[in-house]
Structures are given as C-alpha cells and as structure tokens.
C-alpha cells in the first residue's frame, strides 16, 4: 500500500541499467529506490517490514513490491511452475514480464509521487537465479536493461547451513527452485540445497563488484540486522 506522507526531494531523471525504456528516458522523478536482495530465510522479508514501519513513522510514502506481484502476470507465474519442470530460458522470460508490469504501471509512478519503493528482491536474484542454471550473464543483463536503476541494494548473506535450518523450521518442504532441485545437482536434498546456495552466493558476490550492493551480515540477530540496514538507509535519506 502506497502512504500518503511524503518528503519532497530533488527531481532527476529516470537511470536505467540498460537501454532503458525510451518513451519514458525524459521523466523525471523524486523518489528513491532501496532494493533487499537475499534467499528465502535470510530474514528479507521481515526487514522490510520493520523499514516500511520505520520511514512510514518517519513522514515517508512507501510502496512495497517484489517478485511475482504482477497484476498480469503473477497468476501465470505460479501456474507454469506446478508444471515441472519450467525451461531455465521460460522462467526468466515469465520472471522479466513480471518485472516489467509491476516497474511500469506500480514502481515509475511511486517514484513520480516522490515515494519510496522498497522492493523484496529485484533483478540481482533473477540474474543470480539464471547464471547459475547455466545463462550468460550478458543475456539476462541485456534482458533487464530496461530496469531502473537502484538507488541503494542490500544484500543479506546468511551461511548455507544456517539458511537450511531456518527455512525447514517454517516449513516442512523445500522450494523446488529455491533449493535448486530443478538442477540435478545431488541425490541428497540438503546437498542439493547447499550447493545451490554457494553457487548463488557466489554470484552475488560477483554482482556485488559490479553494481555496488552492498553485503549485509544475515546471520546476525533480527534487532542486529535491523539497526545496521536502518542506519544505512537513514544516512542515505539524510544526504539527499
């Protein structure tokens, strides 16, 4: 849900990783975009509520979003990936159509309200996801060249072992392509699991260098955590 409250901050010109999207090159915008990347169990999600309840008590319009909230497209997202297994090449293609509604028709016009758009992943973990299944980088950067640019990324990095025994404490059951079993990797689930979580890591560490995310220490306690990412994302509201 998008507040009301805002800040006003200077106007700017859209940024894009890419190409971008020409018939918006000229818009200019106010708001900001803070992006926290990391795996499910890293405690994402649950950071972005207590920030959300932070800037909105602070005066800020926030909007929340993340993967698979396309109006469009979610439903056909969660349908195709009952049909198992899903080409590595469909996915990201059905993962970049997501993408591009939700950028066009939920986060652009947040940021033209001077909202801040919070968003529970972004295109780093799609990008992870497909290089690891094989995908040159090149192609899916190219494919997200339209996707704006962030203004902060976080990336909560959580040790494998730790990260399996947090997500088998809430549920009983792996997710198929969050533990990477569509990838062959082990007969073993939880090999399968770590594995696949060290080839991402891996990846983000690489994307790290690249496009400036910066890591945050996920194996810390919840309060720990909180207060680093808030202070971070304080200092950068403060500067501007």
């Known amino acids: 849900m998008v507040s009301r409250r805002t800040r006003k901050a200077p106007a700017r010109p859209l940024e894009f990783y890419g190409e971008g999207i020409p018939y918006l090159k000229d818009l200019d915008i106010r708001g900001r975009l803070i992006v926290i990347e990391g795996p499910d169990g890293s405690g994402r ?13 602070d005066g800020h319009g926030v909007l929340n ?7 469009l497209i979610k439903e056909g997202i ?9 080409g590595k090449r469909t996915l990201a293609l059905f993962y970049a159509a997501d993408f591009a509604d939700q950028l066009e028709h939920k986060i652009i016009p947040a940021l033209e309200a001077g909202e801040i758009v919070l968003a529970d992943r972004y295109i780093f973990t799609l990008i992870a996801r497909s290089t690891v299944r094989g995908i040159r980088t090149k192609w899916s ?7 704006l640019k962030a203004d902060l990324v976080f990336y909560l990095d959580v040790d494998p072992n730790e990260l399996f025994h947090r997500v088998v404490q809430k549920s009983p059951s792996l997710d198929y392509y969050e533990s990477g079993a569509d990838m ?9 699991f ?3 979580q060290q080839r991402m890591a891996r990846e983000f560490a690489t994307l ?6 910066v890591r945050i220490d996920g194996n810390r ?4 955590v909180h207060i680093d990412l808030q202070q971070r994302i304080d200092r950068y509201l403060a500067s501007i």
Request: proline share 3%; net charge negative.
């Open 194 to 196: 770590i594995t696949y």
């Open 78 to 86: 969660l349908q195709a990936k009952q049909m198992l297994p899903l």
């Open 184 to 192: 062959d990797l082990s007969d073993d689930l939880f090999s399968t």
């Open 208 to 213: 790290a260098k690249k496009y400036g995310l």
């Open 45 to 57: 999600s649950t950071q972005i509520d207590m920030i959300i309840s932070k800037l909105e008590a």
């Open 221 to 224: 306690s919840i309060p720990e």
């Open 141 to 147: 950067e190219d494919l997200f060249g339209f996707a």
């Open 65 to 71: 979003t993340g993967l698979k909230r396309s109006d």
